[in-house]
């Protein structure tokens, strides 16, 4: 994995990506000095100033597992009030109102 952006890996903008040294979803990675790295589609490079552009990893469709992001998030922040803040009942109520507001949130 390390060796995946040898300078022979990286090319010029002056050589643009072909559709076929895209990744699946039609993608390369595009670099531009003071910005980094981004990803974009292999005929357009948006951001002024790019430079180069390598090949990106294929897309695969995995949904994030939003169950444990949401329950690692609230424990997190439940522990910022003193231990013993709420009982159980207040718990429950606000890890409620909490799920709900990461599900508009991200809706």
Excluded: C
């Amino acid at each position: 994995m390390a060796n995946d952006l040898l300078p022979e890996n990286v090319h010029s903008v002056d050589y643009m990506p072909t559709k076929s040294q895209a990744n699946n979803k039609g993608n390369v990675l595009w670099y531009a000095k003071g910005y980094g790295w981004y990803l974009g589609y292999f005929q357009l490079p948006y951001i002024g100033g790019t430079s180069h552009w390598t090949y990106a990893p294929d897309d695969l469709n995995l949904e994030p597992d939003t169950v444990d992001t949401v329950r690692n998030a609230f424990e997190a922040w439940i522990k910022t009030f003193p231990e013993g803040a709420f009982d159980t009942a207040s718990t429950a109520l606000l890890k409620l109102g909490y799920v709900g507001g990461w599900k508009r949130g991200n809706a």
